[in-house]
């Protein structure tokens, strides 16, 4: 008899990509989709670790992450059917001198070209392309219900499902800004309560704007199949998805100002989504501090994407016992 499936609750990137490795391992996996909009269809599909970078002047060491997280990308890809395009990614407009000098400094290539600032070291992906590619290739292993509940026994986890159980070897938490379930043990209870919510707006246009994603003060423009994309917002402590009109025209200006043209006449659906985000900005992936066969995929700030096969690397290292990585150490949901 074949041992009880590793349960994944969530469906979002992390939790896809933590299901894809896994599967791909060998691993017996069901994912736990609650059939709602989740915050990795309400983003650009950035895997953009020099801009990232750059606009957050982060550290040495984060940048290295970042990077690493983009390397992953090109055979997570051909081997997900995610697709994954490799095209400039350029900033404008601001203090151009500092955001060179930081890339400069992290070690990301880059170069000027007058008042544009441009790097080769980004790439993007299609989130409801990339979502469905994961699903596809998960094919039964996704189920649609809400997990209302966890509790521990014998042979790992029982899962609360819509009335009736799920019986797992490994239970995988993957459910975004959302409250701790039912039965979370103590102290992961308190790390997924302590994730900050952070509401972020974007809006789709049916128009071409850019053939690259073009970064600026206030906003950003990314192609996207059928148009384009702006965003977003970053406005932590908020959990409402309702679009917010005042917001959505602040954005439009500032993309506008962006492309460096005067404003146009431009349709827009506006959405918003929240994210999670751990009190130092990197994802929470690998073992609960207190749970035996109990994992953490959650709370990757708005770098989900870009660290989403990483993550599910690191998860799937712990769940086979291998020896922690430098990127398994420093996603460790027990460092804080």
């Known amino acids: 008899m074949s041992s009880p499936s590793i349960v994944i609750i969530g469906a979002g990137v992390l939790g896809l990509s933590t299901a894809f490795e896994l599967k791909r391992r060998g691993h017996v996996v069901t994912v736990v989709d609650p059939g709602t909009a989740n915050a990795s269809q309400v983003a650009a599909g950035m895997v953009a670790p020099a801009m990232e970078a750059a606009i957050d002047d982060v550290s040495a060491d984060r940048a290295a992450l970042f990077r690493a997280g983009r390397d ?53 992906i299609e989130p409801e392309q990339g979502l469905a590619a994961l699903r596809a290739v998960l094919g039964e292993a996704v189920v649609v219900g809400r997990a209302t509940g966890i509790a521990a026994n014998r042979g790992g986890w029982s899962v609360e499902l819509d009335g009736r159980s799920l019986q797992a070897s490994a239970v995988v938490l993957a459910t975004g800004a959302e409250a701790a379930l039912v039965g979370t043990p103590v102290a992961t209870r308190r790390l997924v309560d302590g994730i900050q919510p952070i509401r972020g707006q974007i809006g789709s246009a049916a128009r071409d704007l850019t ?41 439009t200006q500032a993309a506008w100002r962006v492309l460096g043209r005067p404003p146009e006449p431009l349709e827009i659906e506006w959405r918003a989504g929240v994210r999670g985000a751990s009190a130092d900005g990197l994802p929470m992936a690998g073992p609960a501090p207190d749970g035996t066969a109990l994992y953490l995929a959650l709370a990757p700030r708005r770098n989900g994407w870009l660290l989403g096969p990483m993550v599910g690397a690191v998860v799937a290292d712990a769940i086979e016992g291998r020896t922690p990585s430098p990127e398994a150490r420093a996603l460790d949901p027990r460092r804080f």
């Open 211 to 251: 053939a690259h994603v073009v970064r600026g003060p206030g906003a950003y423009v990314a192609p996207m199949t059928g148009g384009a994309v702006i965003g977003a917002t970053m406005e932590p402590g908020r959990r409402d998805t309702a679009p917010d009109e005042a917001v959505g025209e602040r954005l």
């Open 72 to 124: 992953r990308w090109p055979a997570f890809a051909e081997a997900s059917g995610v697709a994954l395009a490799r095209r400039p990614a350029e900033w404008r407009g601001g203090d151009v001198d500092a955001v060179e000098a930081r890339l400069k400094r992290l070690g990301f290539a880059a170069r000027r070209d007058g008042d544009r600032l441009i790097t080769e070291e980004d790439y993007q």
